[in-house]
């Protein structure tokens, strides 16, 4: 498995890494769905475990997935290997008793609970998880300095920044000066990594590393759902309602999928390696990081490893999406 650095740093993560928001199972925050269904301990520690067996390092958690649970089961699951690989998580939807996730009391707070449910003395990159510092970014200047303070001290090694939007990373990179950036990123969903966006623009020119989530689309890349048979998913899964497994989307899809399959194949494996290698082309993009529920999922995203796009496909796929 190939390893690129992160940012400036001399941090090394590989390339295709692992998401861990599945692992938090159901859930829910201030009322709202923040998990997923079906997800079995010894399956995850199945996955992981061959996972490790083929190079990767670096896996992407947070203190909202499962509220501690993603980081409590990831630590048990490595156990003493712990401190031989890189782990993220992040700060900012889990609010607790503050009246904001970014208060740096707060901030303080969930980082040392993070590395006692991760069991580590430090936590390789951390992230604020989203760009809303409060009214009028009320919230901003001191999370950024209890940021750095918890740098400096030594309790994480790297700042990272995920958002949603291009105008919150924008308004942000300047400010926080993260080595690494995270959001949605896809054949399908190019809004931060595509060419015109001004959020590459920035990262090319402060060296900055994009992390990848939702790189199969969420499993709509893999062909896995169809509009004569749509998902249905349960309270408590965040998918639940959402408008791309919509019939309509879905059926928007189809015939593209059908194009890619004709030229990439049609197995689970061959459109894996179309999706994962396509992001991986951008000599921007630190990792990608699929999320996973089983080890049949880890062994078909790590069959996309060291297999990547000609120039030609990575074309082929850019028009099938234009």
Known sequence: MKCRKLGKSEIEVSEISLGCWTMGGLNWVNGMPNGWANVDEKEITEAINYAIDNGVNHFDNADVYG??????????????????????????????????????????????????????????????????????????????EEMHRLRDEGKIRLIGQSAYSNEDFQKLIPKVKPEVIQSWANAMEKPFIGEGSPTRKLMEENEISFVAFRPLGQGLLLDKYHKDNPPKFEDGDHRKGLER?????????????????ENFGSSTEDLARMSLQYLLHHKFMGAVIPGFRNLHQVKVNLSAMDKPLTDEEFEFINNVFS
């Open 245 to 261: 497994f919509s019939v309509e989307k879905l059926a928007e899809l189809e015939p593209k999928l059908a194009k890619l399959k």
């Open 67 to 144: 509220n501690g649970k993603a980081e409590r089961m990831l630590a048990r699951i490595l156990g003493s290997r712990t401190n031989n690989f890189i782990i993220s998580t992040k700060i900012g939807w889990f609010p607790g008793t503050a009246v904001h996730a970014f208060e740096p009391a707060h901030i303080r707070h969930q980082c040392e609970q993070s590395l006692i449910n991760l069991k580590r003395d430090y936590i390789d990159l951390y992230y604020f998880h989203h760009g809303q510092f409060g009214d009028n970014d009320e919230y901003l200047d001191d999370a950024i």
